[in-house]
C-alpha cells in the first residue's frame, strides 16, 4: 500500500521530499513522471514534443492507477491534477494526500533554466503564475493536509509531514 502521495506545483520539492521519507521509512520511493519515462520510454520533453500535452496526461493517469497498487511514498508531477479522473482517484483514497505549497515567483526562479521542465519555458513567468493560480483549488480539493514548503529545507518538511501521519 502507498503511505502517502505527494502533490504540488512543479519545483515544490515533491521528490526530494519523496527521496527523504522514503529514506526515513525505509519504503520505495515512486516517482510519477519517471514511471512514465519508463513506461514511454524516453523523456518527458521528448513525450511533450512527439505526442503533446493530451497524450502525456493520458499516459500520466494510467501510471497513477498502477502506482495505487504498489508500495511506498508516491510523488506525483504538478499537472496530475488536471485531470477529473486523477483528482477523484486521488479524493477517494484513504491515503494521505499531502500538498506542498510555494510561491509562483521562487518557483520561477528555481527552474527558469531547467530544460526538463517543458512547460516553465513554454508559459514563462506570467504563464506560470496563472496557472499557479489556477492548479491551487485543484491541490486543495485532493489533499488532507497542505504544507508550505517556501523556507524550508526537504528534511524539514519531511519532519513536518512525518508528524502528521
Ligand atoms: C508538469 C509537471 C512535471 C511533469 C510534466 C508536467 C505539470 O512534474 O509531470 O513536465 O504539468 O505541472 P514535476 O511537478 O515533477 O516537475
Request: a positive charge; hydrophobic letters at 40%.
Amino acid at each position: 500500500m502507498l503511505d502517502v502521495i505527494l502533490v504540488g506545483f512543479m519545483g515544490t520539492g515533491k521528490t526530494t521530499v519523496g527521496e527523504v521519507l522514503a529514506a526515513n521509512f525505509k519504503r520505495p520511493q515512486i516517482d510519477l513522471d519517471d514511471e512514465i519515462i519508463t513506461t514511454a520510454g524516453k523523456s518527458i520533453k521528448q513525450i511533450f514534443a512527439d505526442s503533446g500535452e493530451v497524450a502525456f496526461r493520458q499516459l500520466e493517469t494510467q501510471v497513477l492507477k498502477q502506482a495505487f497498487t504498489k508500495n511506498g511514498i508516491l510523488s506525483t508531477g504538478g499537472g496530475v491534477v488536471e485531470s477529473a479522473a486523477n483528482r477523484e482517484l486521488l479524493r477517494q483514497t484513504a491515503i494521505p494526500v499531502i500538498y506542498l505549497q510555494t510561491e509562483p515567483a521562487a518557483i520561477f526562479q528555481r527552474l527558469k533554466s531547467d530544460d526538463g521542465r517543458p512547460l516553465v519555458q513554454q508559459l514563462g513567468e506570467v504563464g506560470l503564475r496563472k496557472l499557479w493560480q489556477r492548479r491551487v483549488p485543484l491541490y486543495q480539493q485532493v489533499a488532507t493536509h497542505t504544507i508550505t514548503t517556501d523556507t524550508r529545507t526537504p528534511q524539514q518538511v519531511s519532519q513536518q509531514i512525518q508528524q502528521l501521519l
